[in-house]
């Protein structure tokens, strides 16, 4: 007789209290490598002489010390890409039970479909993140469906961030992204899929192949100031009129996350020669648009600097770069020298 999945998460925490907590390495029956761990050789980010020394905070979550290395670092060892085979196991309300291991692949408060289902098989999509911020949805769980839809039903869990574009790229990527929040599933599978392997890297090609042949690249080549305006998490550039009056003065195309369709973005991000832009989940719409041997500039506040885009951008052969605001109580000011001596470095 089978227990209702209700009933998971007690189960759980009493096998916890007998045996203590387990890992999904120790809870599957069989760990698959997709890809190898590999080391890579990274180009080198670009930033004037200084701005390191201006960063304060990084988000929550990160430390100083390791996005100090994403950014100075030349060599990586990317950690391999696995697929975890686990029995019996049920997904209930933002994390995956299987005995003594309790595994989050979202946040329970999000969760929206109240049914059931009963699978003989099935792989994660989602992933904690990925379920909370779109640029993660878009640059990670995206990817990892490519791996889940092999595996049997794809689950995926319900996402808290609003957004008008994440069901357009469903179907783009032809992706069925329909909510599964609670399931009893006899062999599951979920991955390790957070490095950018060369598996990663070429499942994010052929989305980009998917994205180009929607919006086929035409000349000439663009420059580009992508604007956040108030979407996501309020972050105001105290100077954004400057900025954006003197690249347009030099043939800056300017986009508006917020005004510009989709479709707009993506057609002008196609032929893009360099970005400018805020730094924020929006601009992981480069991901798959941006040509080999482009540049993105990214505006880092000072006190929640992040690297993170420096992976997706590595694998496209997008150079990365950055200018460091100052910190201005709820806003920031970037120098416009700092970013156009920076531009000069990208180009």
């Given at each position: ?7 998971a ?15 999904l ?42 996005q ?24 209930f309300?933002g ?25 003989e ?11 909370k ?9 995206a ?20 957004s ?16 599964i929040?609670?399931?009893a599933?006899?062999h ?5 899929d ?6 990663k ?15 086929p ?5 663009q ?5 956040r ?25 300017i ?93």
């Open positions: 007789m089978k227990l209702s999945p209700f009933a998460p007690l189960l759980r925490n009493a096998r916890r209290l007998i045996g203590g907590p387990a890992a390495a120790e809870t599957a029956f069989e760990c698959e490598t997709l890809c190898p761990g590999e080391d890579v050789e990274l180009s080198p980010s670009i930033f004037l002489p200084g701005q390191i020394e201006k960063i304060t905070g990084v988000p929550v979550g990160s430390s100083l010390q390791s100090f290395e994403q950014v100075l670092r030349h060599r990586v060892r990317h950690a391999p890409t696995l697929a975890f085979h686990i029995k019996n196991a049920t997904v309300d994390a995956v039970y299987a005995g003594r291991m309790k595994h989050l692949i979202g946040d329970k408060r999000a969760s929206s479909n109240r049914r059931v289902f009963d699978l098989t099935g792989a994660v999509c989602s992933s904690w993140s990925g379920t911020h779109f640029g993660h949805w878009l640059s990670d769980d990817l990892t469906y490519l791996l889940a839809k092999n595996y049997g039903t794809t689950i995926c869990y319900s996402q808290s961030f609003p008008d574009h994440k069901p357009i790229y469903e179907g783009y990527f032809d992706q069925d992204w329909s909510v929040d609670r399931a599933v006899e599951l599978v979920v991955f390790q957070h490095a950018q392997t060369s598996l890297k070429k499942r994010q090609l052929e989305l980009k192949s998917r994205i180009e042949r929607l919006f690249p035409r000349e000439p080549r420059h580009i100031y992508l604007k305006n108030d979407t996501g998490v309020l972050r105001t550039v105290d100077n954004e009129h400057e900025i954006i009056d003197e690249l347009s003065r030099r043939g800056f195309t986009l508006d996350i917020k005004t510009d369709s989709l479709e707009k973005i993506l057609t002008h991000l196609v032929v893009a020669k360099i970005v400018v832009s805020l730094e924020g989940s929006h601009n992981v719409h480069g991901c798959y648009t941006l040509p080999a041997g482009s540049a993105m500039l990214f505006l880092e506040p000072a006190n929640r600097f992040t690297a993170t885009q420096r992976g997706w951008a590595e694998n496209i052969g997008v150079k990365f770069g950055f200018v460091v605001g100052d910190n201005r109580g709820d806003r920031e000011h970037y120098p416009l020298n700092d970013i156009l001596k920076t531009i000069d470095l990208l180009m």
